[in-house]
């Protein structure tokens, strides 16, 4: 699978209203087996934008390819000045609310799996296991040349000494661990190779233009065929990588609910769309089905 460069979606007027009531998603979650799949907008009351939402970052930033990072090494400089900084945003970022009550729903037994857009980690971080991450991890570096992984703290660690004083005001953080950086700021950035052969670092997530793995794709599509429903948390949809698994569960005759403010790529696909906040809608949720987040009663 190879993530298009999809910047944008318009919803067309006639997709399904979305509504304010998340009974369904009670309803679905008291069944068990339901497979969530989560996107950007529920990492957004931790502090870390999304795309499209109100106020997303594509109004001003437009996220690297894959294609642009290997070819040119002024746009990999760029990247990694920009990402050595929003590393520290990210690894300040807690799980909120949606993704201590999807934790919560995993304990008690009710999800089949979750797979996540995200590259945040947030969901293991409130305890979820098994996580299936989509599109990598920013936690992680990859060779481009000889494939190794290592540890994204420690690639931090060595920018820090190869750049001291590097300390620019960054104008925004995007959901993929990007800030907003002028060119001047950027300046004379100093980019490491691989210590063992090296080759290019690359962050190990998905850039845009770049294949999903398909080992990793099938394994998702295998969730989608054992799980008794979908749960759309936080997603546009507008990228292919996710939405298809939408239509696959739809035209498997599964329920797909999504909760998500804005209309998506999927709702046409769609039992339902509830048009709420996902941390205060979750918690209700867990409240309705009797379950406890972080050891609280939920409301």
């Keep these: ?18 509504t304010t009531d998340p009974e369904p998603v009670a309803a679905a979650l008291g069944t068990g087996g339901v497979l969530v799949l989560s996107g950007a907008g529920i990492s957004t009351e931790s502090g870390i934008p999304d795309y499209r939402g109100e106020g997303g970052s594509l109004s001003r930033h437009t996220p690297m390819t894959f294609q642009d990072f290997t070819a040119d090494a002024g746009a990999r400089r760029r990247y990694w000045a920009r990402s050595h900084l ?19 729903f995993g304990r008690h037994g009710l999800l089949s799996a979750v797979i996540t857009q995200n590259v945040d980690g947030l969901h293991q971080a409130a305890g979820s296991e098994g996580v299936v991450e989509l599109h990598g991890s920013l936690a992680r570096v990859v060779c481009l040349s000889c494939g190794t992984l290592s540890p994204r703290r420690e690639l931090a660690r ?32 100093r980019v490491l190779p691989c210590t063992v052969c090296g080759g290019i670092l690359k962050p190990d997530v998905v850039f845009f233009g770049e294949a999903v793995p398909p080992q990793r794709v099938e394994h998702c599509r295998e969730l989608v065929r054992a799980a008794s429903s979908l749960l759309v948390l936080g997603s546009s949809l507008t990228v292919m990588s ?21 209309p998506t790529r999927g709702d046409r ?9 996902l ?4 918690t209700t949720v867990a409240g309705r089905l009797g379950l406890r987040v972080d050891g609280q009663a939920a409301a």
Excluded: Y
């Design 86 to 104: 929003g590393w520290r945003t990210f690894g300040s970022a807690r799980p909120n609310a949606g993704h201590r009550a999807v934790a919560a």
């Design 279 to 282: 941390g205060p809608t979750l």
């Design 158 to 189: 060595r920018l820090e000494e190869a750049n001291p004083g590097f300390e620019p005001v960054a104008a925004g953080i995007n959901p993929d661990g990007d800030a907003d950086l002028t060119d001047e700021q950027v300046g004379d950035f």
């Design 242 to 262: 996710g939405l298809r698994f939408v239509r696959q569960a739809a035209e498997a005759g599964k329920p797909v609910l999504i909760v998500n403010r804005d």
């Design 269 to 277: 696909h769609a039992l339902t769309r509830v048009a709420l906040p």
């Design 1 to 18: 699978m190879r993530m298009r460069p999809t910047l944008s979606w318009t919803p067309t007027e006639d997709l399904p209203a979305g």
